[in-house]
């Protein structure tokens, strides 16, 4: 990736540019099992507030070419340090480092922000997401066959998950006496 990505903060005012790149995952048939983007508040009410990351093309006059967020997995209280990853690049910037970029970016920050556990649950037929997870530390879990129907066929997903090594690392064992 050259240097005219730089990777920062998503915005609200990013939206349009936000729901055209997932259109054209989605329009992909194997970025998700969404078959249309939401509205803002919608897909705003399902992402963590933060991180949310954007990739912007400064050569581009810092057009938008590829975004990240953070979803919970739960409410429960147990699971508060495990999220589920979206991360998307525009078409004309695939191929240049830019999901890179924005996954690991992603994962720093999940770090800091005490996430332990980052999931993410993509179609086999993905090999490109697939070989970026991996880049960044995830590994697969499990295959969970037939989890869902995309345009009337049924669809595998591969689950994967990296283990943050900063966040939610056991400090030892509890000693009463020492109040931990």
Known sequence: MGSEIRIGALEPADWDAVRDIYLEGIATGVATFETAAPSWEKWNAGRLASPRLAARDLAAGGRLVGWAALSAVSDRCVYAGVAEVS????????????????????????????????????FPENTASMRLHAACGFRVVGRREK???????????????????????????VNPAAGR
């Open 87 to 122: 991360v998307y690049v525009a078409a004309t910037a695939r191929g240049r480092g830019v999901g890179r970029a924005l996954l690991g970016a992603l994962c720093d920050a999940a770090d800091r922000a005490g996430v332990w556990t980052l999931q993410a649950g993509i």
């Open 147 to 173: 989890l869902g129907r995309l345009a009337g066929a049924w669809r595998d997903v591969m689950l994967l998950e990296r283990r943050s090594r900063v966040a939610g690392v056991d400090a030892g064992p």
